[in-house]
């Protein structure tokens, strides 16, 4: 039962940080609060989970790389997932995000400039890919609720096999 709620919250984080970049609290609450359901009564692993993927992907929030709410969602995926779960997540969600980037950058003719940019090597080497690596403008982010909701979609597929 609660993985078919962090999934229906996670569509809907999915949802409106699409239309509106953000993710809303009540998501990343819902989500957190089917981790401490699940866990009981090892409430503190779970906890220590969230707070351990709330310092790893803080790095990437310091770098810019990730908005806050992403940062809120992969720490409440922690508690619910474990580390190791919320981790092949992000993994499954990222690497769809990295093939859209690149085809969309391909798309629109700029991939070679971007593949050239200072900017995207130190990003990618710094951070690896998230919004996007080949970010030039704020706008051109692609935002990774959506992608972190593909990814526990396939998360979810592979322990069911």
């Not at 940080?17 to 998501?27: L, M, W």
């Not at 779970?46 to 809120?72: C, E, N, P, V």
């Not at 085809?103 to 900017?119: C, D, H, I, N, P």
């Amino acid at each position: 039962m609660p993985d078919i709620i962090v999934g229906l919250a996670l569509a809907w984080a999915s949802y409106t940080d699409h239309k509106k970049r953000i993710i809303p609290n009540y998501c990343v609450l819902i989500v957190l609060a089917c981790g401490v359901w699940q866990a009981y009564p090892n409430i503190s692993t779970a906890l220590l989970s969230a707070f351990t993927m709330f310092i790893i992907f803080s790095l990437f929030w310091f770098s810019g790389g990730l908005g806050g709410g992403d940062l809120k969602l992969m720490a409440a995926l922690g508690c619910f997932a474990g580390v190791l779960g919320a981790m092949q997540i992000f993994l499954y969600g990222a690497i769809p995000c990295i093939v859209y980037t690149f085809a969309q950058k391909w798309r629109k003719g700029v991939l070679q400039e971007t593949l050239k940019s200072t900017y995207l090597s130190l990003k990618w080497c710094a951070m690896g890919q998230l919004k996007t690596a080949v970010q030039f403008s704020s706008g051109d982010s692609a935002p990774l609720g959506g992608w972190m909701f593909i990814g526990y979609l396939v998360w979810q597929a592979i322990g069911f096999i």
